[in-house]
Structures are given as structure tokens and as C-alpha cells.
Nanobody, 126 residues
Framework: QVQLVESGGGSVQAGGSLRLSCVVSRYIYRNSMGWFRQAPGKEREGVAAITSDGPTTYADSVKGRFTISRDGAKNTLYLQMDSLKPEDTAMYYC?????????????????????WGQGTQVTVSS
């Protein structure tokens, strides 16, 4: 059973930075993974994703500000968030899917994912 544990959330002022981490309980080299967020009263939305062989994709709202990366040796997925805005406030979740062979853009929707973490809260004040 794959387990994902997020950390790194917190409160920051607009313009600041945070780095989220997601430790996965088993070897993730072959998994495509993504970061999602959900604000109160809103649907869960994809923020960034990385395929099993490395290419990435981002939501338009975070392009140029967020960077997704992974460290296979540490079984860890990261999300570097810079130039944060109040509208980035949400619970952030990491997710993983085994054996994904579909389109990269589809990894920004929750549907493909088999495994989810419990989330870490990010709050950005103006």
C-alpha cells in the first residue's frame, strides 16, 4: 500500500515562498505524481504534475511561480511555490498514479490518481 505524507505548509505573506514536500512510502520512480489544492467551497484543482519519466505540466494560474520536482533517492516529491498570492490559499495534496500512459495534461485532473495524501494547509495573507 502506497502512503503519501505532505509537509511544508504554513502561513506566509503575499510575495513569499514555501516548499511543500511529499514523502512516498515506496519506490516512486515509475509513478506519475501531482499536486492539487482545494479551497473551502471550491473543487479540487490540479496545480502541477510530473510524469514517471520527468516532463512536467502546470496550471495556468501557477506557471512561472511554482516548480514541481522529485528526488527518487529520497522518495520525495516537491512543490516550490514562489511569489505567493492570497488566492493560492488552500489545502494542498499530493497524489500518485501507477502506470499512467495517458496525456500529460490529463494529470492535472484528479481522475487518474490512485493514491492521495492527507494534505497540508497553505495560507497566504495580503
Amino acid at each position: 500500500q502506497v502512503q503519501l505524507v505532505e509537509s511544508g505548509g504554513g502561513s506566509v505573506q503575499a510575495g513569499g515562498s514555501l516548499r511543500l514536500s511529499c514523502v512516498v512510502s515506496r519506490y516512486i520512480y515509475r509513478n506519475s505524481m501531482g499536486w492539487f489544492r482545494q479551497a473551502p467551497g471550491k473543487e479540487r484543482e490540479g496545480v502541477a504534475a510530473i510524469t514517471s519519466d520527468g516532463p512536467t505540466t502546470y496550471a495556468d494560474s501557477v506557471k512561472g511561480r511554482f516548480t514541481i520536482s522529485r528526488d527518487g533517492a529520497k522518495n520525495t516529491l516537491y512543490l516550490q511555490m514562489d511569489s505567493l498570492k492570497p488566492e493560492d490559499t488552500a489545502m494542498y495534496y499530493c497524489a500518485a498514479v501507477s502506470g499512467w500512459s495517458g496525456a500529460r495534461w490529463a494529470l492535472l485532473s484528479p481522475g487518474p490518481y490512485n493514491y492521495w495524501g492527507q494534505g497540508t494547509q497553505v495560507t497566504v495573507s495580503s
